[in-house]
């Protein structure tokens, strides 16, 4: 019953910055993870990172002290700081809400845990 919108994507050089962003509606939960994920073409879905209903945050490694990961509660919207961006980083960028989280016996991030997912938003980085 939930729906998630994402927006933000666009077209930037390499070293610039972009910000998305995830609206969610349809239902509030006190217990949850959220995420965000990216695809680029040939490729397959990976996970970005995530942040649960305690305010507890985590990164691939690839992005680490590059992005950042928050919420807006009163908004329900969920964001992705991108800095230093990368071409690497070029890919479609999908958020997901896993709303078993942490009942289901997963970590916060299983691609495989997440209840719904938005339609995406293209982020493109040239050199």
């Known amino acids: 019953q939930l729906q998630l919108v994402e927006s933000g994507g666009g077209s930037v050089q390499a070293g610039g910055s972009l910000t998305l962003s995830c609206a969610s509606s349809?239902?509030?939960?006190?217990?949850?993870?959220m995420g965000w994920f990216r695809q680029a073409p040939g490729k397959e879905r990976d996970w970005v990172a995530a942040i649960d209903s305690d305010g507890v945050t985590s990164y691939v490694d690839s992005v680490k002290g590059r992005f950042t990961i928050s919420q807006d509660s009163a908004k329900n919207t969920l964001y992705l700081q991108m800095n230093s961006l990368k071409p690497e980083d070029t890919a479609m960028y999908y958020c997901a809400v896993d709303i078993n989280f942490p009942y289901g016996g997963s970590w916060c991030g299983n691609y495989y845990a997440m209840d719904y997912w938005g339609k995406g938003t293209l982020v493109t980085v040239s050199s």
């Open positions: 349809g239902y509030t939960y006190s217990t949850y993870c």
